[in-house]
């Protein structure tokens, strides 16, 4: 292994992560161990240079107060101390948040000055510890992969390939609720230019026929990941003698998962839902990594910038933005008027600014004029947002003549629209999907 490790002991703290991050910026590995590790595990990681032990102010969850076990101090890494009164070490960090700068030069001191610890992680050497970590995981073995084209799983599809070439095996099931041209580009960059062994299921006409008649959005919801699972598992059982399935598992979602001390904010869930029968190993090569990190790590793996940095998307797709029971006609308004809001967006610099950008189209008509006639079609409903954590958002407010253009534009070249609105809502009181 590469790169040195800083240890961050968990006592409950909600910074540990800004820790890491702080850490890892300063180009040191680190990651989050339970509270109650004990020497001996400590010293069986990899490269440990030195141990921060983060506790909120009082290290009392659940009403029991918990501390370290006393034979970390033995074991004879250097100990530093932040946000926790009680610890028995010399050096203290101050209060995150309350002095940054002072914070982090603190850390520096620590990490290079007292730990000796080496700036060796970038994401050379994280690429080459893994593909030395997953072929000696998975030796000569296969890996499957539900590769859906979003960043993260694309991101483990080129490291695993990277690694064992062809024992990867991707699957591809286009739902039919992809965006415009997005199945398409999974086809081109992965089958065609890094020649993985790719499979793809065009499955659109068993979701749609399957949504049809459907408008309550929870139940489009469990139609779509049911089926998904459905298609994924028939497709598993075509393959012969699979004994891994690879997942875009990362760092938040185990972090938010909850460690033995740390609440559990979300069940981290993996592809589950796949029968008994059909039980793997698992390969997360990703799971040490922030998404800013697994973005960085796309782009040394030579991916796309736009698969790199592509907006987050909802698994259902555009099923939830085709609203109430989804039909054919609209869904094609849908993808197309998408397809016209992302290309304005990047014309225009937006796509690098605006956090999740989008289209929506409304199971009822309105009266408009076509050409000298009455007409009655969709409308369209834009959608942009900025956000942190997706749990509030804020409106983008939009130049005026970019939304002309883009008006202009959805109204010529999508026949079935002949109105288009901008969402002003932020969240709350709405949320980021209609649906
Ligand atoms: P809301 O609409 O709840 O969305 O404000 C917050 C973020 O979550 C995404 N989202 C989903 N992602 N499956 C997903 O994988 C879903 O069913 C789903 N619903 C919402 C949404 O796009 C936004 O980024």
Redesign the pocket.
């Known amino acids: 292994m590469k790169q040195d490790m800083i240890v961050i002991l968990d006592l409950g703290s909600h910074e540990n992560t800004v820790v890491a991050r702080a850490i890892r910026a300063l180009g040191v590995y680190s990651e989050i161990y339970p509270h109650d590790i004990t020497a001996e595990e400590l010293k069986a990681l990899p490269n440990v240079k030195g141990i921060i032990i983060n506790g909120g102010p009082n290290n009392v969850i659940d009403g029991v107060a918990i501390d370290v076990l006393p034979e970390i101090y033995e074991a004879g890494f250097p100990v530093i101390a932040a946000g926790h009164d009680k610890a028995k070490c010399k050096i203290k960090l101050p209060q995150f948040g309350n002095d940054e700068e002072g914070i982090k030069n603190a850390l520096r001191m620590f990490v290079f000055d007292t730990c000796k610890a080496e700036a060796n992680w970038n994401m050379k050497n994280f690429v080459a510890d893994q593909v030395e970590l997953i072929r000696r995981q998975v030796g000569d073995k296969k890996v499957l992969l539900a590769l859906s084209g979003g960043v993260d799983s694309s991101v483990v599809a080129a490291l695993l390939l990277k690694a064992i070439g062809e024992n990867l095996v991707c699957v591809h099931v286009n739902h039919g609720l992809m965006r415009k041209g997005e199945s398409e580009a999974v086809v081109e960059v992965f089958r065609n230019q890094l020649c993985a062994n790719l499979v793809y299921v065009d499955a659109t006409d068993r979701f749609l026929n399957l949504l049809a008649g459907v408008a309550d959005p929870e139940e489009k ?1 469990k139609i779509i990941g049911g089926e998904f699972i459905r298609v994924f598992e028939e497709e598993a059982r075509k393959l012969d003698g699979i004994d891994f399935l690879g997942q875009g598992t990362i760092y938040p979602d185990i972090v938010e998962s909850g460690t033995k001390t740390a609440k559990c904010v979300k069940s981290h869930h993996n592809v589950g839902g796949l029968p008994e029968d059909l039980q793997f190993e698992l390969v997360e090569p990703l799971r040490q990594l922030f998404k800013d990190e697994v973005r960085a790590c796309g782009l040394e793996l030579g991916l796309p910038y736009e698969m790199v940095y592509r907006q ?5 797709g555009l099923g ?1 933005r085709c609203l109430g029971a989804i039909t054919r006609d609209r869904l094609e308004a849908l993808r197309e008027s998408d397809a016209i809001l992302r290309d304005e967006f990047q014309k225009a610099g937006l796509d690098k600014k605006v956090w ?1 950008y989008f289209t929506v189209v409304p199971d009822f008509k309105s009266v408009g004029v076509r050409d000298n006639a009455r007409s009655y079609d969709w409308p369209v409903i834009i959608r942009a947002v900025n956000t942190i954590d ?1 749990m509030t ?1 804020t409106i983008e407010q939009i130049d005026w003549a970019i939304l002309m253009k883009i008006t202009d534009r959805i109204l010529k070249e999508v026949p079935t629209v002949n109105r288009v609105c901008y969402d002003m809502s932020p ?1 709350p009181s709405a ?3 209609w649906e």
């Open positions: 919801r987050p998307f909802p698994g259902p939830v999740q997706a958002a969240k949320t980021i999907e």
